[in-house]
């Protein structure tokens, strides 16, 4: 895996096209699942996208997805690398607050980051989620220390 993750990042922006087809769907292995549902290969899409940075940008709406899934704080990181961001990836991070505990701190640090703080998706979630306001605070807390 790390040699392939190496050659994608080598390329660069032509890299770009073959993520997007791990992200959609297209591409499946020799028993024709898509890479997509089959975890790694996802999840290092996500860490090469990150790596590529705004050169990735392209592929916001497929990484928005992922963070709506929840699985991977590595998506929430890929869109911090990749501003501005669209209002729905905003959104999303914005609602992945409330959600699992490993996505969750990265999206407070992407949204925090980029001045998103007070969006309203970002204002609401805090203001009607115990969960997601907790971990806000936490988050703006260690975010305050490091600067």
Known sequence: ?????QRFLSAGS????????IFNGEAKNEHG???KQL???LRCALEIALRLGSLAKPLEPYIREEVSRGVYWTAAAALREMPPLED????ALATALSGELDPAPEAARTLIQLGHAEH????REVATSPK???LWLTVMGWQARRS
């Open 1 to 5: 895996m790390m040699a392939a993750e």
């Open 14 to 21: 032509d890299a770009v096209p073959v993520l997007e087809t």
């Open 33 to 35: 699942v898509a890479y």
């Open 39 to 41: 975890g790694l290969p």
């Open 88 to 91: 729905a990836s905003v959104t």
């Open 120 to 123: 309203p998706a970002v204002q």
């Open 132 to 134: 997601a306001e907790k």
